[in-house]
């Protein structure tokens, strides 16, 4: 018989329509737009089997004959749940929600992502970020620069091993003056995490499973064995917790792996779910299962780009397919 392929899908949230300050680029963040997201899990709820975490075991060891899709959502942000939830309810399809717990308590936007929406009505601006010593300055003049300018101070934090969610909003200046004495960003912004108490109500109506993201969103490969067992531990701990949930699965922060990652993980989790490009076919690892990056452009091409991941990426790169439904 047949056997079935397991195709993951990754998102970050969602947007009734594109907001003006909503600049990156075609490809990056997962963000999707509603009236696409709905498009989606119509199109993958008549084509495959729309998986919960339990059906995973059958494509690990290669007894499901369906091709099935799972639906993963990081960071548990709240567009999932004004927006995503009602299209996932009325498909009948569940989503898997990856939670850092501190950015969960916290229930605030980190800073870093402020820098969008607060570049695109302050320009022209200096941007300058501190934390322990280091110190680096970004000059933004124009609106097309605000995109790749956040993507060089990413790259700059990453490279220094700070952590972009770790800055508080006093640690990032816009024009020398401290991002919190700045306007908030409507709705509290598109990074804005779902509160507790919606997740626990999702979870019981068993629109969402949930699964762990790191206490702190820091890449795991950046941690010591024990940094890493503490980040584990307590993730898991608290989501557990408050959500009366069995947590079995951990999804790594910026996609970050390495080999201690996948030696401690066992101790916690039996399912580890990566962040790269291309969505898994046949050969899985249960501990480095492959997503496909779901982009803001032309989502609609899943079908075509989970089909065929090589021919994807290719295309993907030079943004030249037409959506297929
Ligand atoms: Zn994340």
């Not at 490009?277 to 779901?294: A, D, H, P």
């Amino acid at each position: 018989m047949r056997q079935g392929s397991l195709y993951t899908l990754m998102f970050h949230g969602i947007v009734s329509s594109k907001p003006d300050h909503f600049l990156y680029g075609p490809n990056t963040n997962c963000f999707v737009r509603e009236k696409d997201f709905e498009k989606l899990i119509r199109y993958c709820s008549k084509k495959y089997r729309v998986l919960k975490l339990k059906d995973l075991a059958s494509y690990l060891n290669g007894t499901a004959t369906e091709d099935g899709v799972l639906i993963t959502f990081d960071d548990g942000l709240q567009s999932l749940y004004t927006l995503g939830l009602p299209i996932l309810k009325k498909y009948n399809a569940t989503a898997t929600v990856f939670i850092t717990s501190d950015w969960t308590n916290k229930g605030i936007q980190p800073a870093v992502f402020s820098l969008e929406y607060l570049l695109y009505h302050h320009l022209p601006a200096t941007v300058n970020i501190y934390s322990d010593g280091f110190i680096y300055e970004k000059r933004v003049d124009t609106k097309e620069n605000i995109s790749p300018s956040i993507d060089a101070i990413w790259a700059k934090l990453f490279e220094n091993k700070i952590s972009p969610l770790s800055l508080t909003d006093q640690q990032i200046t816009i024009n020398s003056k401290p991002l919190n004495l700045f306007e908030a960003e409507p709705g509290g912004g598109y990074w804005k995490p779902v509160s507790w108490e919606i997740l626990q109500q999702a979870v019981k109506e068993g629109t969402i499973e949930i699964g762990a993201h790191g206490k702190t969103h820091t890449p795991f490969a950046w941690l010591s064995k024990e940094q890493l067992e503490n980040e584990l531990n307590e993730n898991k701990e608290v989501i557990e917790k408050k959500l009366q949930a069995n947590v079995t699965s951990c999804s790594f922060p910026h996609g970050s792996y390495d080999a201690n990652t996948l030696s401690i993980l066992p101790e916690y989790f039996t399912y580890g779910f990566a962040n790269k490009m291309v969505s898994t076919q046949n050969k899985i690892e249960k501990l480095n299962i492959t997503r496909y990056n779901v982009p803001f452009q032309r989502p609609n091409n899943i079908p075509l780009l989970i089909g065929y991941p090589f021919l994807g990426k290719v295309l993907r790169k030079f943004g030249s397919v037409t959506g297929l439904f």
